[in-house]
């Protein structure tokens, strides 16, 4: 088991034929992963590797079975794209698409939410479920076996580089993961940690999370809300990154846009405290989540 | 987010017919006095810099007649504030102001909808509204689907106890300061005051305004304003930022690098990835050494950015080592990158058993990378130690140099 991906996850690439989506593809196709078909208007007829490409998603969804969509599109069509998947009854979009404007990204994710749609991201390197073998995005690239191993952590970071690397380290500590998830670096994104904890919470495969946060948001402080309330049970780990930006101007982002103090929200010491308070096995230093690893 | 100066922001709402005062923007005193003639009476003179609370920090102030404002002119004028210097104010006639109200528009992060603020109080800042009258203020979310309907407007202020013609008034400023707001893809409108005057007009005394930087490709009537500070915080870029902006931008579709100087600090700090940087910058303060800079690089920069960053890096006066370091990576391809910092390396006349300098990095033709690297005489490590190891062998090596 895993959460939001797995054998019956059926794929449809929105802006399939660009020169990063058909690398891509290639990696995901190699992988395992089932991709039913790209989309890219003008360019029906054509394949990628093999998956067919239509002109528009209708037209896919007339020939195939879908149920998820990638967005490779550039930032100006993101909305439009997401739109078009919603409409056509897709129930899971993730997008890679980074830079798209805010104002975009807000009626997006509005759009999709009214529909009951799971967005991930934007600005992903989006998931992995490694027992099925199915991955979602460029995370893991062409040798995704380094980092991610099939096992029974469940890890979520904002982080692209991050979920591979604390993959990595749970595959040193002797474990490995259920579900993966690069959450996106943007300030506004689909999936919070909170609901992919509540996915978690679900899965009977996952026996813990290992979560990678970074400054901004309050991504942090609703799980920590959400754990008193008692919506996630199972073990949580988490490190959070970026301490000393609490010592620089406020509005200084460094890393993903995201990470931004703003208004005095966003410390990594307020969500270490909450965190804490909840119970959640928070690491002083990265090295130490192997030992609370080795614990579980 | 790039700021636009209150003259621009002034004009684009006045376009949108939404009152505001006379001004004019002058650079000398005595342009300042004949402005302030021109308009007459009472003058408020603004700082025209792109920074927050200018009230706050001296940089709006209030002149009787027109020597008064030549005066208040000159004392502005020349002066540098957070790095900006003054070269020009506003001018603008001071209302006759019998109330003072609020309000902004932004989008709520959490609610991840656009938001409006009001207040049937002004002229200090919200934070200080929300601790003082939390009564006096209405938050209401907006359907970003639909946008703000009109009546939406009239039932904010009216809901703040507004009636009569100033409900009318407001309701229509805010309805086109919506309109404004979507437009120009704002992140922020605020307008702070709204002034209601003893004339019973209201106007838009003093107003915010932020644009979302990645919308300026469809913003090319205001580009050309905007104030975009440093992307990494609100203060204009050193010469060795500069640079790097110019190394990233002389091949801006191919990988990124990022760089931002800090005061003082030991070592090049030169590693890859959002989260991995803020990791391991933590990590080297926590063993006691300070990094000279802050940086992020990758999506598989080719050599010539690999180098630029890396020259740029290791050129700051005073730094003892380089390290170099990110997380397992499955794109960047490590033989451009030792190709990159082996060549920043020898060009700088950097010794590596002098100026300790350590890799980390496994990714995409790594044994090639690890090759080039140990060639050039430097420490390398892919994946058989961690991110954290890999500081804590970098800060022995600069203790060694400390004795």
New interface residues.
């Given amino acids: 088991m895993a959460i939001l991906i797995n054998k019956e996850t059926k794929i449809a690439i929105q802006g399939i034929t660009g020169r990063e989506a058909s690398m891509v593809t290639k990696h995901m196709l190699d992988y395992g992963t089932k991709i039913i078909a790209g989309i890219t208007p003008g360019k029906f007829g054509e394949n990628v590797y093999g998956v067919p490409v239509y002109n528009t998603m209708k037209e896919a969804c007339i020939k195939h079975e879908i149920n998820t969509s990638i967005i490779y599109v550039p930032?100006?069509f993101v909305m439009d794209a997401v739109m078009e998947a919603v409409d056509n009854n897709l129930k899971f979009i993730v997008i890679i698409t980074e830079?798209?404007?805010?104002?975009d990204t807000?009626?997006c994710?509005?759009?999709a939410k009214k529909a009951g749609a799971i967005v991930v991201g934007p600005n992903t390197a989006g998931l992995i479920n490694p027992e099925d073998r199915v991955k979602i995005g460029?995370?893991?690239?062409?040798?995704?076996e380094?980092?991610f191993v099939p096992g029974s952590i469940g890890v979520i970071?904002?982080?692209?580089?991050?979920t591979?690397?604390t993959s990595?380290?749970i595959k040193?500590a002797g474990k490995g993961v259920t579900t993966s998830i690069g959450i996106g670096?943007d300030?506004?994104i689909g999936s919070s940690p909170k609901s992919l904890l509540a996915l978690f919470e679900q899965d009977k495969k996952t026996e813990a999370v290992l979560m990678?946060s970074?400054?901004g948001?309050?991504f942090e402080e609703d799980v920590a809300d959400f754990i008193k309330e008692g919506g996630f049970t199972k073990t949580l780990i988490a490190?959070v990154?970026?301490?000393?930006?609490e010592q620089?101007?406020e509005?200084?982002?460094?890393?993903?846009a995201g990470?931004i103090i703003e208004?005095g929200l966003g410390k990594p010491s307020i969500k270490i405290k909450m965190l804490r308070e909840a119970g959640v096995k928070v690491a002083e230093?990265?090295?130490n989540i192997i030992e609370f690893l080795e614990e579980l | 987010m790039s700021r636009l100066l209150e003259n621009i922001s002034k004009g684009l709402i006045s376009k949108e017919e939404i009152p505001i005062p006379n001004f004019q923007v002058v650079a000398t005193p005595e342009e300042a006095r004949k402005a302030a003639q021109e308009i007459g009476g009472e003058i408020v003179v603004k700082a025209l810099i792109p920074i927050g609370k200018r009230k706050k920090a001296g940089l709006v102030k209030f002149a009787k007649d027109a020597e008064d404002t030549k005066i208040i002119a000159a004392e502005l004028l020349g002066k540098t504030v957070q790095f900006y210097p003054i070269n020009k104010v506003l001018i603008e006639k001071k209302l006759n102001i019998k109330e003072e109200l609020f309000v902004s528009i932004t989008?709520d992060?959490?609610k991840?909808?656009?938001i409006i603020i009001a207040s049937v109080v002004g002229g200090i800042d919200i934070?200080e509204l929300s601790r003082q009258y939390p009564e006096k203020i209405s938050k209401t979310m907006v359907?970003?689907?639909i946008g703000l309907p009109k009546y939406k407007s009239r039932e904010i202020w009216s809901g703040l106890g507004m009636t009569s013609t100033k409900l009318k008034q407001c309701s229509t400023i805010l309805d086109r300061l919506y309109q404004v707001f979507?437009k120009y893809?704002c992140?922020i409108l605020e307008v702070n005051p709204l002034v209601l005057t003893k004339e019973g007009i209201v106007k838009v005394a003093a107003v915010v305004m932020g644009v979302?930087d990645?919308?300026i490709?469809?913003q090319k009537e205001i580009e050309p304003y905007l104030e975009v500070g440093s992307?990494?915080?609100?203060k204009p870029l050193t010469d060795l930022e500069k640079q790097v902006v110019s190394v990233n931008e002389a091949d801006p579709y191919r990988g990124t690098a990022r760089y931002?100087e800090m005061d003082n600090g030991e070592i090049g700090f030169m590693c890859?990835?959002?989260?991995?940087?803020?990791?391991l910058?933590?990590?080297l303060?926590?063993l006691g050494v300070k990094p000279a800079n802050?940086t992020?690089f990758?999506g598989n920069p080719p050599e010539k950015k690999v180098y630029g960053l890396a020259k740029a890096i290791i050129s700051k006066p005073g730094i003892k080592g380089l390290f170099v370091c990110?997380?397992?990576?499955?794109?960047t391809q490590v033989d451009k990158l030792a190709r990159g910092i082996v060549r920043a390396v020898k060009e700088s006349n950097k010794d590596p058993k002098k100026f300790p300098i350590l890799v980390r990095y496994a990714g995409?033709n790594e044994a090639i990378g690890k090759q080039i690297i140990e060639e050039a005489g430097i420490e390398y490590y892919g994946?058989n130690i961690?991110?954290?190891?890999a500081a804590s062998l970098m800060v022995k090596r600069i203790e060694v140099l400390r004795k």
């Fill in positions: 930032p100006a830079n798209i404007p805010i104002h807000v009626k994710l509005y759009y460029p995370l893991g690239g062409d040798n995704a380094r980092c970071s904002r982080s692209g580089g991050m591979a690397e990595w380290m040193r670096g300030p506004l990678f970074e400054p948001t309050r490190y990154a970026g301490r000393f930006t620089l101007p509005g200084t982002v460094f890393g993903h990470a208004g230093n990265y090295d | 989008i992060k959490n991840q909808v656009p934070e359907n970003p689907l979507l893809d992140t979302d990645l919308a490709f469809r992307e990494r915080s609100w931002t890859g990835g959002g989260g991995a940087s803020l990791l910058f933590d990590a303060l926590n802050y992020e990758g990110g997380n397992i990576t499955s794109n995409v994946d961690t991110m954290e190891e």
